[in-house]
């Protein structure tokens, strides 16, 4: 099939979801609106920052001289940890009750470092937060949502460099259809679906965007944004807590390398959301599950080009323009070191 003249769908195994791909379009003329692009000469401490060390938030709350991540309840959580009272009388109208916690996680103290532009010691520090927060709320959660929206484009209030935890007694739709997904594959072929996938991936390559002895970063064979990657596990790991302290400094390291690769690629502080899929807590059976992350970038051709999911995308399914293995091909061109400490690179494809 020739990738580049002919539309074709692509399922995701681990949603049961499909992807349209029309590569023929990539290249049609863009009148379409731009978005504003991030203003990346921030200060290293904003005195109005809710976030930043030693200011006021909007409860009144001050922040310590935090030197390295902190993390705080969420001044506005969308998780109550009183449960209310529910009663479902007809099948059209179903509630229940949604107990939980929301955390905000500081990666830095530095008003003007996001992830690509901290040393890896500072990740090495954010990732062994993950762990540690993951550890205390599995406790008592089933499902434990670790994630980060960066930049205005994806709805981010604050610049600061930081991320939340979301801890709650369901399991979120999303994970409950991965769950699923990889239990019926398990249960089908004896393996784990992403073990296999990540196997599969690295031997074929085309997909791939970096890989070391633990982890692996590809363009999903479904991606759905126009640089959406998946960080998986090669160690099969579940969840935060299986994770060896070489796995988590490859894993700041590979971070690094990323999000790197994505501010490199239009030359700007790159937008996304990204966040952690780990097995269900409190579970006996794991085999099933590997750990992996999602980064959906919204970027399309530009800085201030945002693909957008409307119309067809909102009605029918998820449809992109540029193939999977083309946007693995740019990032994988786009060099590791940082833009802003070095001048001599240029735009990726230049």
Known sequence: MDNTASSFRRKNPLTDEWVLVSPQRNNRPWHGATEAIQNDDLAQHDA????????QRANGAVNPHFETTFVFNNDFAALAQTRSDVSNHNDLFIQESAVGEARVMCFSPTHNRSLPRMSEDALHAVVKTWCAQYKELSQRYCCVQIFENKGEIMGCSQPHPHGQIWAHEHLSTEVEKEDRAQANYFKKHGSAMLSDYAAREALNAKRVVLQNAHWLVVVP???????????????????????????????????????????????????????????????????????????????????????????????GESQRDLTPELAAQILRDCPEQHYLDNTSISKCGE
């Open 48 to 55: 109005n920052c809710p976030l930043c060390p030693g200011n």
């Open 221 to 315: 064979y479904w991606a759905k944004w126009p640089f959406e990657t998946m960080l998986i596990s090669l160690d099969n790991a579940p969840d935060f807590t299986h994770l060896t302290s070489a796995s988590t400094l490859a894993l700041a390291k590979t971070i690094k390398q990323l999000t790197s690769k994505y501010d490199n690629l239009f030359k700007c502080s790159f937008p996304y959301s990204m966040g952690w899929h780990n097995a269900p807590s409190q579970r006996t059976q794991l085999s099933h599950w590997v750990m992996h992350a999602h980064f959906y970038p919204p970027l399309l051709r530009s800085a201030s080009v945002k693909k957008h999911m409307v119309g067809y995308e909102m009605l």
